[in-house]
């Protein structure tokens, strides 16, 4: 009779298989995403510059999975929550499906930015402005634009309501134009070119994931 394989065997065959598949993801994966953004100022200022083309900019702050909690109804997770230097609040969401990335998810996201923005007390018109961003891998809006920017307008005039929330849909092309390509599978430094900020140190990022015992979530994931 063969002798039984030592118990050790499966843990490390685990982690080589695991560690494989974590060498494939991709910004646009859940995981391998909000371990490189987690308290990132670089690399969400660097994307930020890129979708608002505004290099001046100075993000103060960085959350992930931030989540925010309605009394009266649903609440919502964001995926990356940030602050600027002028209280300009940020929701960028990165979504590889095209579900979830509907029109109103972005309107109840830019209603909780607002409704927890102001202490009690507080009036309306301190209301901070608010950005909503969707990077998604497709064009959900499919009229071929690399990116689109959604205000508030008055019908009869054309003229800006100036409520100072934003909502803004960029494919993965008006990323990627701009060096960082979102879907590109991460091989090292070099795939990101002058995105540093967010490209840098990806086997420290490859390790937390494994770490954080991501492995077995890598494997139910649909990228190997």
């Excluded at 600027?84 to 830019?110: K, P, V």
């Amino acid at each position: 009779m063969p002798p039984l394989s030592d118990a050790t065997d499966a843990p490390i065959f685990t982690r080589e298989r695991g560690l494989a598949i974590i060498r494939k993801l991709r910004l646009m994966d859940d995981d391998f995403m909000k371990v490189c953004f987690e308290n990132n100022i670089p690399a969400v200022s660097y994307v930020l510059h890129i979708i608002l083309a505004d290099k001046a900019l100075r993000i103060l702050s960085v959350k992930t999975e931030y989540v925010v909690s309605s009394l009266h109804g649903r609440g919502v997770r964001f995926d990356i929550f940030a602050t600027d230097s002028e209280g300009r609040l940020y929701d960028i969401e990165i979504q590889r499906s095209d579900r979830g990335a509907g029109q109103r998810r972005a309107r109840l996201n830019s209603s909780l930015l607002d409704a927890n923005a102001l202490q009690k007390g507080m009036s309306a018109e301190q209301l901070p402005e608010t950005y909503v961003i969707f990077i998604t891998e497709q064009d959900v809006l499919g009229s071929g634009l690399p990116i689109y920017h959604v205000d508030r307008s008055i019908a009869e005039t054309g003229q800006s309501f100036g409520d100072a929330a934003h909502i803004i849909r960029a494919g993965n092309r008006a990323v990627k134009e701009a060096v960082l390509d979102f879907t590109g599978i991460v091989s090292g430094n070099a795939a990101y070119g002058a995105a540093a900020p967010v490209g840098s140190d990806f086997s420290r990022n490859r390790e937390i994931l494994n770490q954080r015992g991501s492995v077995n979530i890598a494997e139910k994931s649909h990228v190997g």
